[in-house]
């Protein structure tokens, strides 16, 4: 069962963070409990993309030990139509917690990953979330590792960039390969429109390139450029066909479709 | 020569409670003896496969932790079982093997030898030997 979904790439700007939110919040449109995780402590994003309020609470608190996870939840179901319930669990953004975020021995690392793996028992066992979506940092960082570490599914996500399909391979290779886990690889920003009447030819290639499945292909929306990260797409586009691409790759990871 | 005398207080342990007409309670104390026993060979083992003493307490760090890092640079055998207890958090040598489908043995092997190194704690409760990762509370 795919309960705990870790977003991660390469190189930052993939569209992981944007993967993440919409992808949570569809799962949480479908009637689903889902939390989702800003776990890029050097650079926090989800406070401001979601323009969530806590009460002084952050997960970096969670992590170090100081505050229970119920604490650091923001519920933001209101946002979203539907029954589903839509928590976030946020960073903080102050410089001073990302200086002291990055500042982290080993055996920090060692308790945070402990703290991550609780999640399970916390949320999934005794609180009944059916999701939790880490959104995480680009590269091979700590929390990043981590969080796959804990995940049960990993999101991929990469763009035809020649510097991210290189470093994807070899991250793929000689870090998701040694840990054994569940891979999902999106490609985003493909600039050909006609992109998917070409999926099988796609998925082919991501297999012999990648050697992971395929979750899917995301083209270049001007759209979600020009929305500035200000909406979560899916709740404001329900029609636009990002929409159902981020519904489809959704259902393929419910159902445990992705190989 | 002190296992020796531990022996022979074993023996002497159990004659007496053949007297006392216990005779399961002799068994669960001669498997209990056995296990030790056991554990102590695999111990054996690993400081026999890791080399001499100087080498051996380089490889005990004081403060190794079972980090991520840790976890990639490791040797795939002992990532597997490493993995593993990271998830569950304290097992059996047992339990481990029911999640890796390899044999009880080969996990006791591997765990003890991550206690070795100084990544796991070990202690006996009763006649389980559990295996755990110290995440001691933080400040």
Redesign the interface.
Known sequence: MNKIIAVHSYKGGTGKTLFSVNLAATLAKSGKKVAIFDLDFRAPSLFAILKAENNGTWLNDYLNNTADINKVLVDLSGRLTGKGKFFVGLANPSTEAIRDMSAKDRKWEMRALGRLLALRESLVRDQNFDYLVFDTSPGLQYSSINAIVAADFVVVATTGDRSDVDGTKRMLQELYNLFEKKTGLVLNKVLDPSATAKKSEMSNKVKTVYHVPMLGIVPCFCEILRAEGNLIFVQDKPDHPFTKIIAEMARKIEANEVN | MQNKSGLVAIRNDIRNELFAKKPLSVLEKIENSLERLNDKIEVMIEIQKTGNDNQRSSLKLP?A????????SMP?HL?KTA?TI??C?RATAEEISQQTTRARAVESAYLNQLVIMGYLKKERKGRKAYFY?E?E??S
């Open positions: 403060d932790s079972l980090d991520v890092m840790t976890l990639l795939d990532r993995m990271c998830r958090g990762i995440r509370t933080q």
